[in-house]
Nanobody
Framework: QVQLVESGGGLVQAGGSLRLSCAASGRTFSSYRRGWFRQAPGKEREFVAAITWSGGTTRYAESVKGRFTISRDNAKNTVYLQINSAKPEDTAVYYC??????????????????WGQGTQVTVSS
């Protein structure tokens, strides 16, 4: 049974930092794309960041570029999201995901196969 478990969420002040982790179990995802999405109250879930299996290519939503960094440790079957210079508009439930999709439409929900249960990130102003 595949399971993705996020951790590291919490409350942070604007301008602060937070590191999210997502550990996978049930199978090895070293050859899969890993990613993060988020959903703010009253809004649809949106793409945040993605990383290829090798870690050689990363993609970010424009709203987080330069502030967020996605990375992965295949030996630990874990992906990370470093949040720096947090803003109140970053407040959301953050979900990690895994994808076998190799196309360019990586920001679409439908192209991701497995999802975590989410972790809350709240940025206070």
């Amino acid at each position: 049974q595949v399971q993705l478990v996020e951790s590291g969420g919490g409350l942070v002040q604007a301008g602060g930092s937070l590191r999210l982790s997502c550990a996978a179990s049930g199978r090895t995802f070293s050859s899969y794309r890993r990613g993060w999405f988020r959903q703010a109250p009253g809004k649809e879930r949106e793409f945040v960041a993605a990383i290829t299996w090798s870690g050689g290519t990363t993609r970010y939503a424009e709203s987080v570029k330069g502030r967020f960094t996605i990375s992965r440790d295949n030996a630990k079957n874990t992906v990370y999201l470093q949040i720096n210079s947090a803003k109140p508009e970053d407040t959301a439930v953050y979900y990690c995901a895994v994808s076998s999709y190799v196309g360019s439409d990586y920001s679409a929900d439908k192209n991701w196969d497995y999802w975590g249960q989410g972790t809350q990130v709240t940025v206070s102003s």
